[in-house]
């Protein structure tokens, strides 16, 4: 996947989620479906951040969280493409710890927040253990 389709309304959500959040990390699930040579979010959805002692430059997932928007997905007949977060004043690139994390082939969007707003969203995928740097567009992918 080369590609990430993110439409203004979702780029608007996700950026009001990590401005609500900041200084802290917030995350969260983006639904969808793969399509040609990327992935079409059709959704995205917040989750608790359970990293309480480090929420300021680590996020947990909630797991209960994580079940409830897999089913969702799957009752929509879309499937979870990936993961998003946020990191407070820092860049817009995996750490360390996210790639330690990170599951093969999912997408990972990462948004930069500062007191002043977002300042950066990118998207990378895990491939053979190294994160390469998706196409983020807000336009419709066309299957090939």
């Given at each position: 996947?080369?590609?990430?389709?993110?439409?203004?309304?979702?780029?608007?959500?996700?950026?009001?989620?990590?401005?609500?959040?900041y200084p802290l990390?917030?995350?969260?699930?983006?639904?969808?479906?793969?399509?040609?040579?990327?992935?079409?979010?059709?959704?995205?959805?917040?989750?608790?951040?359970?990293?309480?002692?480090?929420?300021?430059?680590?996020?947990?997932?909630d797991p209960l969280?994580?079940?409830?928007?897999?089913?969702?997905?799957?009752?929509?007949?879309?499937?979870?493409?990936?993961?998003?977060?946020?990191?407070?004043?820092?860049?817009?690139?995996?750490?360390?710890?996210?790639?330690?994390?990170?599951?093969?082939?999912?997408?990972?969007?990462?948004?930069?927040?500062?007191?002043?707003?977002?300042?950066?969203?990118?998207?990378?995928?895990?491939?053979?253990?190294?994160?390469?740097?998706?196409?983020?567009?807000?336009?419709?992918?066309?299957?090939?």
């Open positions: 996947m080369d590609e990430l389709l993110l439409l203004p309304a979702q780029r608007a959500q996700l950026e009001t989620w990590a401005t609500a959040a990390e917030a995350c969260g699930l983006m639904l969808g479906r793969r399509a040609g040579q990327g992935a079409q979010v059709e959704a995205v959805r917040s989750a608790r951040n359970l990293s309480l002692e480090r929420a300021h430059d680590r996020f947990e997932l969280d994580f079940l409830a928007i897999d089913a969702e997905a799957r009752a929509a007949g879309q499937e979870i493409l990936g993961v998003w977060h946020t990191h407070p004043d820092h860049p817009a690139q995996p750490s360390d710890t996210d790639r330690v994390a990170a599951w093969q082939d999912w997408c990972y969007v990462i948004l930069s927040v500062t007191r002043q707003g977002v300042l950066d969203l990118r998207s990378w995928r895990l491939e053979q253990d190294q994160f390469v740097e998706q196409t983020v567009r807000g336009a419709p992918i066309v299957a090939a």
